[in-house]
């Protein structure tokens, strides 16, 4: 695992050196050291470190609050200031700027170490609650815009009312566009005449690039135990979610993946009526993970989703 890099603005060459040395001994590396504001955000732009630690007292125009807010507000990277005093108005200031922890000089070891990787983690947890709602703010907006579109073209004495294939179709893009994802694909189950189970890939969408997989042959009238899914279904009918990548999956669901032309993926039930109808996968052409956040998001749009189909 590569170690957090962090990014130093001091003004004053000693320290700057002392606090770089020290980021080295606690396992971080340094990615730059900056004397002004004006080079820092720069520089932050370029590097991109996981963090920035920031005095606030800056030789220059800029000082380290000002700079601070730019940084935070440009690419949204924490930041940690130093400082050796701050009277009211100046925490005032800081505050703006939402900084991630302040570090007094001279500053404590331990205490440094501490504060960075508080900030550290609740940056982390920051992006993905941010992420989560980006995600259902999507999904909130498509399914108004599914259900709008879909009655808009029902007439009255229709009495199904079935959503269409494009009317589905242009939801999972807005979804899609939202969510860092390759492809999403939707699979209906239903009976053969015999009463056993059988899949076919319904609905797709497909990011840039990527080559649809819908009238794949393989991927129509197609068993579970045929494509290695065997246990998928009692999972899904349970409720839960499966997360699979080619480099943990048994050796009889690569196939499945081969076919879609993707890595890993993150499979939900979509329930209608209180029936296991089918599954949503959202896959990736790498092999991808998913937040706990993102997964709620996404159970929020498969259950909407059946809602609405319903």
Excluded at 267 to 279: A, S, T
Excluded at 280 to 305: C, K, M, P, Q
Aim: hydrophobic share 45%; net charge negative; aromatic share 10%.
């Amino acid at each position: 695992m590569a170690k957090p890099a962090v990014f130093i603005v001091e003004d004053e060459a000693i320290v700057a050196n002392d606090i770089k040395e020290t980021l080295k001994s606690l396992g971080y590396s340094v990615s730059g050291i900056s004397a002004s504001g004006e080079l820092a955000i720069e520089k932050v732009k370029e590097t991109q470190p996981n963090l920035v630690l920031m005095d606030i007292h800056l030789a220059g125009k800029m000082d380290g609050i000002e700079a601070a807010g730019q940084i935070h507000s440009l690419y949204d990277i924490p930041v940690i200031y130093l400082t050796a005093y701050a009277d009211k108005d100046l925490l005032e200031r800081a505050k703006i700027t939402e900084p991630y922890g302040y570090v007094l000089k001279p500053y404590d070891e331990r205490e440094l170490h501490s504060i960075i990787e508080m900030a550290l983690y609740k940056h982390k947890i920051d992006r993905e609650i941010k992420k989560r709602d980006a995600i259902l703010f999507a999904v909130s907006s498509a399914v108004e815009w599914m259900l709008r579109v879909s009655y808009s073209k029902t007439s009255k004495e229709d009495v199904s009312r079935d959503i269409d294939a494009s009317t589905i179709q242009d939801f999972l893009a807005l979804i899609g566009l939202t969510i860092d994802t390759s492809t999403i694909s939707i699979f209906k189950i239903h009976l053969d005449p015999e009463g056993s189970p059988l899949l076919s890939m319904k609905y797709e969408w497909t990011g840039p690039g990527i080559y649809p997989s819908l009238y794949k042959r393989e991927l129509k009238e197609f068993t579970l135990s045929s494509l290695g899914l065997s246990r998928w279904h009692e999972l899904l009918s349970r409720g839960e979610v499966v997360l699979a990548s080619t480099n943990n999956v048994p050796e009889s669901e690569k196939r499945f993946f081969s076919l879609l032309g993707v890595q890993s993926g993150a499979i939900l039930p979509i329930i209608i009526r209180d029936k296991l109808w089918g599954f949503i996968g959202f896959f990736h052409v790498l092999d991808r993970y998913w937040s706990v956040e993102e997964i709620e998001a996404l159970r929020i749009t498969a259950n909407l989703l059946g809602a609405a189909m319903g």
